[in-house]
């Protein structure tokens, strides 16, 4: 079945330092991809979004990467913030549907 | 711009109880979305609307879920009877429905089944 999956549940960083979270995507044929922030009691939130014509995308101090090659996509922040502090998922398009990854908890240390 | 309007934001009731939860999506948004959020995971598909017509239902338990959005705009989902495993955040989404658009999500109410 379609999966989306991010490789690392939790991640930890130095505020001011730059935060890389990871996808994997199993279907080639996802056409589109969006990155969401999920703060505690609340929605996802959309960060950046990037189609599958394109391998790079940015945004404030948000980039998307995307490599269809091995289906992979990374959300990097620069300069991370306390309040960048949140669950990260991806999501992956494929048809009609959105599949979404699991989650990576970003944990700002000040 | 007002976002996705979700009520109520807390429920509990007991198993086999029903439940009814609604949403209002953006306005011009003709593309409706209810996820269900398991603890832990991410958002998972139930149902998704084009205006009054539904798009997707596959993954939805359709001998105890149902969803409506009679007139395009406001939807509402309900669960009768309710099981232990439905406890979980219910979000709706919405977008402007041309392809490759992105979702805007509403806050979510969370069911609790005891």
Known sequence: ?110 | EAGVAQSPRYKIIEKRQSVAFWCNPISGHATLYWYQQILGQGPKLLIQFQNNGVVDDSQLPKDRFSAERLKGVDSTLKIQPAKLEDSAVYLCASSLGSPNQPQHFGDGTRLSIL
């Open chain 1, 1 to 110: 079945g379609e999966s989306v999956g991010l490789h690392l549940p939790t991640l930890s960083v130095q505020e001011g330092d730059n935060s890389i979270i990871n996808c994997a995507y199993s279907n080639s044929a996802s056409d589109y991809f969006i990155w969401y922030k999920q703060e505690s009691g609340k929605g996802p939130q959309f960060i950046i979004d990037i189609r599958s014509n394109m391998d790079k995308r940015q945004g404030q101090r948000v980039t998307v990467l995307l490599n269809k090659t091995v289906k992979h996509l990374s959300l990097q922040i620069a300069a991370t913030q306390p309040g960048d502090s949140a669950v990260y998922f991806c999501a992956g398009k494929t048809g009609n549907q959105f599949y979404f990854g699991t989650g990576t908890s970003l944990t700002v240390i000040p």
